[in-house]
């Protein structure tokens, strides 16, 4: 497949760069994969994981490596709304409902075992409307509160 693509690809306009190709493969496949690959002159390379398209393609492993720092990065962000929102609640409502929560909802339409990582990040969240609301949450208002806006909402889905 690969060597068509070389071979043809160029006439109507698609140049595969093989060096640049990194093939996802288990640590099982990859001698196999290797031989095959070189046996016809191509050079890639190899991995477990690797982000695609903003989502991830690989293991279960590798994408727990992947996705830990990023919901990290996600639940420090929603600390700082947290802090803005005593304040400045609409602003922080804003920032996290138009910015934020669509990077974590991107990763979850694209990954379909991401929700499984996202447990501190609800927990954050739940802390931020709390503040938010100056009122303790139980699971049935935090239910509610992830319903659209049009629905008496606020927009705020459960990662």
């Known amino acids: ?3 068509g693509l ?3 690809g160029p006439s109507i306009g698609y140049n595969p760069q093989p060096v640049k190709s990194i093939y996802v493969c288990s640590a099982q496949e990859e001698p196999a994969a290797r031989a095959a690959f070189q ?3 191509h050079t890639l390379e190899y991995s477990r994981g690797e982000r695609y398209l903003g989502g991830f ?3 279960h492993s590798a994408l727990e490596a992947w996705i830990r720092p990023r919901v990290e990065q996600w639940c420090e962000a929603v600390t700082i709304m947290e802090d803005i929102a005593k304040r400045y609640p609409q602003t922080a409502y804003y920032g996290l409902a138009i910015s934020l ?3 974590w909802q991107h990763v979850c339409r ?3 075992t991401a929700g499984a990582f996202l447990d501190p990040l609800e927990k954050a969240l739940s802390s931020f409307l709390s503040t938010m609301l100056d009122a303790p949450l139980d699971e049935e208002l935090r239910t509610l509160l992830g319903h659209k806006v049009k629905q008496a909402g ?3 889905s459960k990662p």
Do not use: F, K
């Open 110 to 112: 694209t990954v379909p």
């Open 1 to 3: 497949m690969l060597s």
């Open 101 to 103: 929560q669509n990077e």
């Open 154 to 156: 606020m927009g705020i």
């Open 39 to 41: 046996s016809r002159g």
């Open 6 to 8: 070389c071979r043809y």
């Open 57 to 59: 393609v690989g293991s």
